[in-house]
């Protein structure tokens, strides 16, 4: 691959650019995800020869997906109405995954507060969040993608779990209330 095999690059972006699309989505690029991924494939051919032999391609991949992702955002004036705007298109790929096994875990009530509930969560919360449980990335591979130490990974996770829970509990509290 790192010798300029296209065939090979080819098969790796055949494989890789669905979870590629998805990350994006969830990140906070929205309608532009498809353009985003398709810059963070071209700059990984490009920077091929950086990557280290051995490494898993995965994470590294989606490391450039979430920095173009980023750049996307640079402009902090839009930046809070533009990440509104990707949530809401985001939302539905959260809601229409019947390969997921939480949905099956899940009701359609539970997914609906689940997806609400990440949507009242802070950017850098819901980006941790997104990539441990709806993308299956791990600890190091979350790290990796979002370009947080490890230790960053696991406190913010923390934190976000902790605020995810609070906010359900709110919501189930104000149905019971409500006779709902």
Known sequence: MRDGDRDAYAELVS????????TAALLGAGGDAE????????????????FRTGSPFRPWLLR????????????????????????????PLLLARPDDPAEAALSQERQDALVRG?????AQHRQV?????????????TAAVLGWPRGTVKSRL????????????????TEVAHGG
Do not use: M
């Open 129 to 141: 969040v997104t990539c441990r449980y709806l993308l299956d990335l791990d600890e190091a591979e």
């Open 118 to 122: 990440l949507a009242g969560l802070s």
């Open 15 to 22: 494989r890789h650019a669905p979870v590629a699309l998805r």
């Open 64 to 91: 450039i997906v979430a920095n173009e992702t980023r750049n996307l955002h640079r402009s902090a004036g839009r930046r809070s109405a533009r990440e509104q705007r990707s949530w809401a298109q985001a939302e």
């Open 35 to 50: 353009d985003v991924v398709q810059e963070a494939f071209v700059k990984a051919y490009g920077a091929l020869d950086g």
């Open 158 to 173: 923390h934190r976000a779990l902790g605020k995810l829970r609070d906010q359900l509990d709110t919501e189930q509290e």
